[in-house]
């Protein structure tokens, strides 16, 4: 089979520990060659920080390992972490190499196969086929610097001027942001918003306008290609290629954070609960109904004269997902990816779909893991 070697060293102190690119190339070669497989690419990253930018032999080997004609069956890695840098970006590619029937080999780590394992992966090609879209995504932040000399440059956003190419901030325009994030802090409407700028600044701003600027992140220094079509309407966020801190910001992170939580409140609770469907009451065995109640979510059961008790949606969500990350390390132990964290709830029931099915399907394996 054919495979890929991956180095790559994230501090000095590592590159002095015996983890230095050569010797993790070297034991890699030494393993693949007694598997008798076929290495058929070296990527390497000497990236210090691991920011993605500097991650770019990556980007490239995950863009070349899904590509059709690759015929690439595993990734070799000298230990797990050399993999990623963080377990959001793990769990991320992981699946989305998987979909695509690559594999990722830690050669000072071999993994079991287990009925945990199996379980955690019907899970991760859950995540891989909901992230299919952020693919495009990835790979063309990995193509950025390409792709930034082929685009032409979009036009300067409200506050800022454009000079051969780089944003320069205008001082007066800069100040109607800072009014508009301000006033969003304020919890004032987009209309409201509008209407003091044309009266503080005579500027007309349409309330889209508005909220297409509080989720600007340009604002934050970053640079946006790719954001819209050629017929003017705007592309999904998934296909915008973005460069980090390309200019200077006129709002702080954490202003920016605040605003993104007033606007996420903004927004209409789904229309699905969590559990919604999936749980039986364990005195009647009817269905429990969702609802909520204030902030929170609760089940409730609601047959006429059942004893059966209420659970908080969020007391639920926690012990069901912290199970599945128990089953997670389980199945690999030297990972510890918390699936209480990812934060999309249609995700979320997506795991729980595929969850319920895997243990459905095959309930004695699903005993076995009971057990462990
Ligand atoms: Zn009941």
Redesign the pocket.
């Known amino acids: 089979m054919n495979v890929l070697l991956y180095a790559r060293v994230s501090t000095e102190s590592q590159a002095q520990l015996g983890h230095s690119l050569e010797a993790q190339i070297n034991t890699m070669r030494e393993y693949a060659s007694q598997m008798s497989w076929v290495v058929a690419g070296e990527y390497i990253d000497r990236g210090l920080s691991g920011r993605s930018n500097e991650r770019a032999a990556f980007l490239a080997m995950i863009n070349f390992a899904t590509s059709p004609h690759a015929n690439i069956s595993a990734i070799l890695v000298h230990k797990l972490d050399r993999f990623s840098r963080s377990r959001e970006d793990a769990i991320f590619y992981k699946a989305l190499l998987k979909k695509k029937g690559v594999s990722v080999i830690s050669i000072t780590e071999p993994l079991e196969a287990s009925p945990a394992g199996l379980l955690v992966e019907g899970i991760l090609e859950t995540i891989a086929e909901f992230y299919s879209q952020n693919l495009a995504e990835e790979v063309k932040k990995g193509q950025l610097q390409v792709a930034k000399k082929g685009l032409n440059q979009s036009e300067a956003p409200l506050g800022y001027r454009s000079e051969n190419g780089v944003l320069i901030v205008n001082a007066y325009e800069a100040e109607i942001i800072r009014s508009i994030f301000h006033g969003c802090l304020q919890n004032y409407s987009y209309r409201q918003i509008a209407h003091s700028i044309e009266t503080k600044y005579q500027k007309r701003l349409h309330p889209a306008t508005i909220a297409y600027i509080l989720k600007n992140q340009a604002y934050l220094g970053h640079r946006i290609w790719n954001r819209r079509r050629k017929d003017g309407s705007i592309r999904p966020e998934s296909e915008w290629i973005i460069a980090l801190n390309s200019h200077e910001p006129l709002i702080s992170q954490a202003t920016f954070t605040k605003v993104e939580k007033i606007l996420q409140a903004k927004k209409p609770h789904p229309k699905t609960h969590l559990f919604s469907g999936l749980c039986q009451?364990n005195?009647?065995k009817?269905t429990l109904t969702c609802y909520t109640q204030g902030e929170n979510v609760k089940l409730i059961?609601r047959?006429k004269g059942?004893p059966?008790v209420s659970i908080l949606e969020s007391k639920l969500e926690k012990f069901v997902f912290e199970s599945l990350a128990m089953l997670y390390h389980h199945a690999y132990p030297y990972e510890s990816y918390n699936l209480c964290e990812l934060e999309n709830k249609d995700l979320k029931r997506l795991i729980l779909l595929t969850a319920i099915q895997i243990i459905n399907l095959d309930q004695k394996q699903v005993e076995i893991v009971y057990l462990n």
Do not use: F
Request: aromatic share 12%; glycine share 12%.
């Open positions: 009451c005195y009647c009817s059961c047959k059942c059966g």
